[in-house]
């Protein structure tokens, strides 16, 4: 078991987030500090780590400007070229089930076993013409993609006790007691979206789609041929836009609607996809989190697409923050993936 006292990293395209949690693994852990810090464009491309040299400097830097008092780690792994699927195996030790997996997946893997980290999250068992399986989904990430962001924080001088699946760390900030059957948690990054699945708390389906809030600002920028920053401010002070559109925001507004479309059509699309497996077990309730969910509009045009309750997750409020937690100007938003992944160091 790791250290009491860690700390999750957050590694994204254009900032590091760093959440450290003392009491990791008792009945009341606590925020200790959060800090986060943005990184040169381009030393971090859709959660990989291509310069490692510039992100060690921003955790070295990140790290004296924080003040930690832990240089013990949890990395998390979660981009589009992680794989989660469904998977059935016979019942064995989960060791053994681990070292047999390379000769139930390559047909599933894009990429030869040997250049695959592999995994594998039980959920249940049952029976089979052959025998006892186990039920459960399997984690497939490139090996280069993670050994990058391991070492990235080698040379900055700390120490990673432990790489976990960004989606299982966001399950752990929200409780979903009042929701009963299936439960599906989103979170929206400024890339990537993480669709997960939660029955009785335990995930049952992972996706990760390839698309964030930064496609909006992006696309916003391009057409309007504004600044990132201008195109930012233009998102988040008009969302989806009210019923009735001045004539003025009119185009600003319709490339919103164009671009969160395309978001939303793929979330429906994904929950409709498992919906399809489990036809006995409707979902009670949308737990939605992430930058990408401050948008105006946009958790009541998911409702209505999809015709799910949706609750804003409070990340933060099933957890005791320290008064000195906070060093500056930082703020809380965003925090959610490292926090998560600190919290669940006690299994690493």
Known sequence: ?????????DIGSGSIRAVEVTGVGSKRPTVARFFSLPIPE???????????????????QLW?????????????????????????VPKLSQNEIRESLPTHVQ???????????????????????????????????????????VKAVQLAGLVPVGVDLIPFALTRLTSPSRMIGNVAHIDIGARTT??????????QFVRIIANGGHDLTAALADRLSI???EAEQTKRSLGLGGVT?????????????????????SLKNTLSFFANTRQNEPYSGII?????????????ALSEMTRIPVVLGDTFGSIEVSRDASRGTQSQLGMNVALGLALGGAAA
């Open 194 to 203: 993480n669709v997960i699945v939660t029955s009785g708390g335990v995930p």
């Open 1 to 9: 078991m790791a250290s009491t006292q860690l700390v999750g990293v």
């Open 288 to 300: 939605l989190t992430g930058g990408g969910a401050q948008l105006l509009g946009f958790a009541d």
């Open 245 to 265: 559109v001045p004539p003025e925001q009119a185009p600003t507004i319709a490339i919103i609607r164009e671009v969160t479309g395309n978001l939303l059509t």
């Open 64 to 88: 004296n400007a924080a003040k930690f008092g832990s240089k013990e780690v949890i990395l998390g792994v979660g981009n589009a070229k992680v794989l989660v699927r469904d998977l059935s």
């Open 107 to 149: 047909e599933m893997l894009p990429v030869p076993v040997s250049d695959a980290l592999l995994d594998f999250y039980p959920i249940s068992e049952s029976a089979s013409e052959a025998g006892p399986v186990v039920n459960g989904l399997l984690v497939a990430a490139i090996k280069d993609s993670v050994l990058a962001n």
């Open 42 to 60: 381009g030393a971090v491309k859709n959660g990989e780590v291509i310069e490692v040299n510039t992100v060690a400097a921003a955790l070295k």
């Open 227 to 229: 600044s990132e920053n």
